[in-house]
């Protein structure tokens, strides 16, 4: 079997693992890098999703790299212009030079003798064997399974005469002009569809079973469009990134500390924009409350136009059963469809469904803790990107990249070959990885690491925690283990 060897192998040529490619060319220039992408493009989650819409639903001035300004005017931007951005990040920095395409990452075994890992690949059309080895792997290939998303069982799917989509296998010339559309779900790509399919559908109805949060935001930031007109690109890049990435973190605080107040806030806004006779409580306020799951955000109250301009609804009602010509409710009531779009969500999968091994033992991710939220507990050579719940996945996955490129020159400086955090405080308690009661987070609890209750086994969701305990904090923390090469490999 064909074998190369790199120092580094990065999983994924997404935001991360583009993004990854850019830290070590900068940080650690004297090591060999390459990036496996099972699929045929850089972008990942901007290339695989082309529904109608398709959307950042946070600003771009901290879902951007902290290397390379957004310059476009929109702060909320369309799926394209990101992958525009992500994919000339690739270019400029050389990182496209890295990627192996149709590389599909299966297995990783690692050997302690060796200090290595051995990476499987399924390659091409053919899915044809191939391996490699490398001294650290980098996880970057984001949170849910490619392969097919979310969708429950519904009852009556095969009676009806319609067309039935999911978004994250957008047909490429879906005709819906003039239709009858039926979107279920509440979520993040419910509220982006909803609006852009009514620009052209006959109708658009959501239909979610309980409501969402759902915050109006102008696409186009101003304060940010005057300071970079005024000032070099990367310093007002950066001022605007501090304004969100602070505003965020006081949101957040202010919605676990006063529910009440944000809830009525948010509520009061939805309010002004539907006016005083839609039915706010029924649709637009959840049972839940904010920041126990994702905010959806709305670019200039889009999806609030399409109610008012009667090109879009909102049903909150459950599903009885699938018909011939639509969907009916246990209510009783009637959803007629010329096509129905399942907007039901993600599967989430960690660490891209690759099997690891230790020395021969699987590895059962349930079984580790997450370490720094990006390392496992006695996994060695191993980091994954993994962004924030509560503000932009990107913040986080520089952070970590930064680390990762930290410990990897720390290694090298002390001639370790090996690092494994341990986990050897007893006081530490196991804790849920992420405290979300998402649809998504929820059905794989089960399978995804815990959390530690203290540091540097909790996640804190905080960028500014983050920045000072990454950047600056000690790589040797007393947790992570080190370890030598095996003296016989070093005369070898
Ligand atoms: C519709 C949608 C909108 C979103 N909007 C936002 C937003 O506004 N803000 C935000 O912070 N987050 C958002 N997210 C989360 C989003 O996924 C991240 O922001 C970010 O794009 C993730 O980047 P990534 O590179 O880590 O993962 P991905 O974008 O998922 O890329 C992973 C890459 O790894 C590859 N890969 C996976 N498994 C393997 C394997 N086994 N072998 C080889 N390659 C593999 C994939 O093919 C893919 O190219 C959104 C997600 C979705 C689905």
């Known amino acids: ?197 009514a620009e052209t559908a006959g109708h658009v109805t959501m239909l979610q079973r309980s409501p969402t949060y759902v915050v109006s935001r102008p696409a186009e930031d101003q304060f940010a469009n005057r300071l970079r007109a005024r000032l070099p690109a990367q310093l007002a890049y950066q001022i605007i990134r501090w304004r969100n990435v602070l505003g965020g973190m006081y949101f957040f605080n202010l919605a676990r500390k006063k529910p009440a107040q944000v809830k009525a806030g948010i509520i009061d806004m939805v309010r002004g924009h539907m006016g005083p006779d839609y039915d706010v409580d029924t649709h637009f306020t959840p049972r839940y409350n904010p920041w126990d799951q994702r905010l959806c955000l709305v670019p200039d109250a889009d999806l609030f136009d399409a109610i008012k301009a009667g090109k879009a609804s909102v049903v909150t009602d459950e599903i009885d059963t699938f018909t011939e010509h639509g969907i009916r409710l246990k209510s009783g009531q009637e959803l007629a469809a010329d096509i129905i779009v399942t907007a039901t969500g993600l599967k989430m999968q960690l660490l891209s469904g690759v099997a690891f091994d230790i020395d021969g033992a699987p590895v059962d991710l349930a079984k580790t803790m997450s370490y720094k939220g990006m390392m496992y507990s006695d996994v060695p050579n191993l980091a994954s990107a993994f962004g924030y719940t509560n503000a932009s996945w990107t913040l986080k996955c520089d952070l970590t990249c930064e680390y990762v490129c930290r410990l990897i020159n720390f290694m090298d400086k002390r001639g370790y070959a090996a690092a494994t955090p341990r986990k050897t405080d007893p006081t530490v308690a196991e804790v849920p990885w992420l405290d979300f009661t998402s649809g998504y987070v929820q059905r794989a609890i089960d399978k995804l690491p815990r959390q530690g209750s203290k540091r540097p086994w909790k996640l804190y969701q905080n960028y500014a925690l983050d920045l000072i305990t990454l950047r600056f904090g000690a790589v040797d923390d007393g947790t992570m283990e080190f370890k030598r090469r095996a003296t016989k490999q070093r005369a070898a």
Not at 13 to 38: D, F, N
Not at 88 to 112: K, L
Not at 116 to 136: I, M, N, Q
Not at 168 to 177: G, K
């Open 1 to 197: 079997m064909q074998q190369e060897h790199f120092d580094v192998l990065v999983v994924g040529a997404g935001l991360s693992g583009v993004g990854a490619g850019y830290h070590l060319k900068t940080r650690c220039p004297g090591k060999t890098y390459a990036i496996l992408e099972g699929r045929e493009a850089i972008g990942g989650t901007w290339d695989l999703f082309r529904y109608p819409g398709i959307r950042s639903d946070s600003d771009m001035y901290t879902l951007g790299y902290s290397f390379r300004p957004w310059r476009e005017a929109k702060a909320i931007a369309d799926g394209p212009s990101i992958l525009k951005y992500v994919r000339e990040t690739a270019r400029d920095y050389g990182v496209d030079a890295h990627i192996r395409f149709r590389h599909r990452v299966v297995a990783a075994s690692w050997s302690s003798e060796d200090a290595l890992w051995t990476v499987e690949v399924e390659r091409g059309d053919e899915t044809e064997r191939v391996s490699f080895t490398a001294g650290f792997l980098f996880m970057c290939g984001g949170y849910y399974d490619y392969a097919e998303g979310h969708t429950p069982d519904f009852a009556g799917t095969d009676r009806f005469k319609g067309q039935i989509v999911h978004p994250q296998h957008w047909p490429e010339r879906m005709d819906y002009a003039g239709k009858r559309v039926v979107v279920i779900g509440s979520g993040a790509t419910a509220v982006t569809l909803v609006p852009a399919m």
